[in-house]
């Protein structure tokens, strides 16, 4: 048996993986109890143990520093007397924003905690976007190729557009689709809560949707060579 958890890709999501997993956790039979304390930019995760659990707290304190590691934010866990005290930045103080990669950090720290206190296997599956709806959402749009771009192109609402950074606003890997042409920019949605405006000269590559009647008749042409490729024994 697996336990899974299929919540939104967001910091609602993350937290119910937390709180679900954190009260299994605290109702087994490990000897720990965990806390959790939500602010608006913190969160923090008190783990206190028992006397009989304190032989394993060294290695649980390895292991749970192992997953904070790879993420350069601050992001501490200190090991006290008898419990783990974890203090998790979500939100940038600085850009009050989401910080890149803190959602798969929130994600792979859960896993370590259910790894370390619970005997079911645990696993927690996230949407590409923001949820499993916006996923289907995404499988039922019309394909898209890459075009040319250069400051002449004459964008177009419906046209998806690729950064130079690294990560686009609030940590987003995702491309931007345009829903507004302005004079020195375009205004995209990159499936957040809110749409932002991006600067022509921040735009490194640009898709554009292929015609339905275009798609069916490549997928048709592909159909029809597949049957009437002559099988050579290759």
């Given at each position: 048996?697996?336990?899974?958890?299929?919540?939104?890709?967001?910091?609602?999501?993350?937290?119910?993986?937390?709180?679900?997993?954190?009260?299994?956790?605290?109702?087994?039979?490990?000897?720990?109890?965990?806390?959790?304390?939500?602010?608006?930019?913190?969160?923090?995760?008190?783990?206190r143990y028992t006397h009989m659990e304190l032989t394993h707290q060294q290695s649980h304190?390895?292991?749970?520093?192992?997953?904070?590691?790879?993420?350069e934010m601050s992001d501490v866990c200190i090991q006290l007397k008898d419990s783990l005290l974890i203090t998790l930045e979500v939100i940038d103080p600085r850009t009050n924003t989401l910080p890149p990669n803190r959602l798969e950090l929130?994600?792979?720290?859960?896993?370590?905690?259910?790894?370390?206190?619970?005997?079911?296997?645990?696993?927690?599956h996230k949407s590409q976007h923001k949820d499993w709806n916006e996923d289907l959402k995404h499988t039922k749009q019309p394909g898209y190729e890459l075009v040319p771009w250069n400051r002449d192109s004459q964008l177009k609402t419906g046209d998806r557009v690729?950064?130079?950074?690294?990560?686009?606003?609030?940590?987003?890997?995702?491309?931007?689709?345009?829903?507004?042409?302005?004079?020195?920019?375009?205004?995209?949605?990159?499936?957040?809560?809110?749409?932002?405006?991006?600067?022509?000269?921040?735009?490194?590559?640009?898709?554009?949707?292929?015609?339905?009647?275009?798609?069916?008749?490549?997928?048709?042409?592909g159909k029809t060579s597949k049957r009437n490729a002559p099988n050579l024994g290759l």
């Amino acid at each position: 048996m697996q336990l899974v958890s299929i919540m939104n890709h967001d910091l609602q999501g993350a937290r119910f993986d937390l709180d679900i997993f954190s009260s299994l956790i605290n109702h087994g039979e490990n000897k720990v109890h965990i806390e959790n304390t939500y602010e608006k930019h913190r969160w923090t995760v008190h783990i206190r143990y028992t006397h009989m659990e304190l032989t394993h707290q060294q290695s649980h304190f390895g292991a749970v520093t192992k997953a904070l590691k790879a993420h350069e934010m601050s992001d501490v866990c200190i090991q006290l007397k008898d419990s783990l005290l974890i203090t998790l930045e979500v939100i940038d103080p600085r850009t009050n924003t989401l910080p890149p990669n803190r959602l798969e950090l929130l994600r792979l720290l859960t896993l370590t905690l259910t790894t370390l206190y619970l005997k079911i296997p645990v696993n927690i599956h996230k949407s590409q976007h923001k949820d499993w709806n916006e996923d289907l959402k995404h499988t039922k749009q019309p394909g898209y190729e890459l075009v040319p771009w250069n400051r002449d192109s004459q964008l177009k609402t419906g046209d998806r557009v690729y950064l130079k950074m690294t990560t686009g606003p609030e940590g987003t890997t995702r491309p931007g689709t345009v829903i507004k042409v302005m004079e020195k920019g375009v205004l995209c949605d990159f499936g957040l809560k809110t749409p932002y405006a991006i600067p022509f000269v921040q735009i490194r590559a640009l898709e554009r949707p292929i015609p339905k009647e275009q798609t069916s008749l490549s997928k048709a042409v592909g159909k029809t060579s597949k049957r009437n490729a002559p099988n050579l024994g290759l």
